[in-house]
């Protein structure tokens, strides 16, 4: 059973950093693609930044080109998002999702990890 576990949020005030993680339960070479989603109150989950297992790219939102960054290490099977200057509009629920294409199509989710941004 595949399994993420998020975690890394908190409370930070205006142009802060936080860091956060995602653990998979298996090698993170098993996914096709692994992205960070957020979702704020009353709205919908929105892609942060995404990449492609094996590509060279990462691709993100608009909003926070130039302040995130999403890294992975194998070794560790986790994924990371770094996110600094933040802002208020930040404030949302992170989510990792990780899936699979090809010979099965699945999605996994992580439970999501609150970060919240003071002004």
């Known amino acids: 059973q595949v399994q993420l576990v998020e975690s890394g949020g908190g409370l930070v005030r205006a142009g802060g950093s936080l860091r956060l993680s995602c653990a998979a339960s298996?090698?993170?070479?098993?996914?096709?693609?692994i992205g960070w989603y957020r979702q704020a109150p009353a709205k919908q989950r929105e892609l942060v930044a995404g990449?492609?297992?094996?590509?060279?790219?990462?691709n993100y939102a608009d909003s926070v080109k130039g302040r995130f960054t999403m890294s992975r290490d194998n070794a560790q099977n986790t994924v990371y998002l770094q996110m600094n200057s933040l802002k208020p509009e930040d404030t949302a629920v992170y989510y990792c999702?990780?899936?699979?294409?090809?010979?099965?199509?699945?999605?996994?989710w992580g439970q999501g990890t609150q970060v919240t941004v003071s002004s």
């Open positions: 999702k990780a899936s699979i294409r090809g010979w099965t199509n699945r999605d996994y």
């Open positions: 298996v090698s993170t070479s098993t996914f096709t693609s």
């Open positions: 990449l492609v297992v094996g590509g060279s790219t990462t």
